[in-house]
């Protein structure tokens, strides 16, 4: 079992940063692949990024270039830097957890698991 709590979401200009911090409960965190997903209003829920157990990452392409997201396996935690925010960033943001076995692409919301309660990121024109 693995409980997540995100934190740091909040209101930003555009072309502002913020970043997202995802606590993980459990003492197996570094067996777990996680990802960042969001969801606007209205919309369904979108992948963001998603950083394996070995340090591979995958972005979205809307985020690329903008977006970083790493892990601190001694903390328990995974984040998501985001900068040159736009308004279209707004949404939602999810934290979530798989135990990661081969073949499995972490894009997709289904694939996970685990997830956390989310934080609001507003962005303003």
């Known amino acids: 079992q693995v409980q997540l709590v995100e934190s740091g979401g909040g209101l930003v200009q555009a072309g502002g940063s913020l970043r997202l911090s995802c606590a993980g409960s459990?003492?197996?965190?570094?067996?777990?692949?996680m990802g960042w997903f969001r969801q606007a209003p209205g919309k369904e829920r979108e992948f963001v990024a998603a950083i394996r157990r070995s340090g591979g990452i995958t972005y979205a392409d809307s985020v690329k270039g903008r977006f970083t997201i790493s892990r601190d396996n001694a903390k328990n935690t995974v984040y998501l830097q985001m900068n040159s925010l736009k308004p279209e960033d707004t949404a939602v943001y999810y934290c979530a957890a798989v135990f990661e076995t081969t073949g499995v692409l972490l894009t997709t919301a289904r694939e996970y698991r685990y997830w956390g309660q989310g934080t609001q990121v507003t962005v303003s024109s």
């Open positions: 459990g003492r197996t965190f570094t067996t777990y692949a």
